[in-house]
């Protein structure tokens, strides 16, 4: 098998907050990217302005953040969501982000490879978002890596003060799910013939 490229991957926070964990673990995720041979890269997507999805405001043409969104997935070769678990599911603006996204023919998600991780204050990390967020994902025809899962229990224990990862099995945790992102990204790729 040919070495892969270096690939562009988009980082979507499910949290909007300037401290947010899973904003850290999107960090994190970014420098084992860095570090693979391919040395891939991850930027963050600012979706704060996405308004609340109204379908009259739809048709009289895309808000300017969310055709930003759009661009934005639709040039990247993979999608990175780190994301809070809110109530047992998913952020309600994560999900607003992803209604406005899932809108026309030419929907970005459509075979677009999409890893996730969650962090969280609790114990379980978040297990039960993820799999609201794959049923989400699936919908949109989504091309959704499925293992190994990474959920980041007692967040607030495994990040310092500048938000870097004091926790080497995470690291290696989450190290674990890039490669295993950038080979999906490859074999979609294949499969797709691209
Ligand atoms: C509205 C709300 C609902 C929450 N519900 C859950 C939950 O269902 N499960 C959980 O593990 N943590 C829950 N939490 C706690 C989050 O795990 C914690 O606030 C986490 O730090 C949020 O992620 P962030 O740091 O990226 O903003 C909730 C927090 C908020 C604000």
Known sequence: ??????????????????????????????????????????????????????????AAGLPEPVRRAREAVAAADGVLIATPEYNFSL????????????????????GKPVAMLSAATGPLGGARVQYDLRKVLLFV??????????????????FDADGRCTDAATVQFVRTQMQAFVAWIEATRRQRGG
Not at 14 to 43: D, I, T, Y
């Open 1 to 58: 098998m040919s070495s892969p490229s270096p690939r562009r991957i988009l980082g979507l926070c499910g949290s909007l907050r300037a401290g947010s964990l899973n904003r850290h673990a999107l960090r994190l995720a970014g420098e084992q990217l860095a570090q693979l041979p391919e040395a891939h890269s991850l930027e963050l997507l600012d979706w704060r302005e996405v308004p609340p999805f109204d379908a009259d405001v739809l």
């Open 141 to 158: 025809n989504a091309s959704v890596l499925v293992k190994p899962e990474v959920f980041i229990g007692q967040a607030q224990t495994k």
């Open 91 to 110: 952020p309600g603006m994560l999900k607003n982000l992803i209604d406005w996204l899932s809108r026309g023919e030419d929907q970005p998600f459509a």
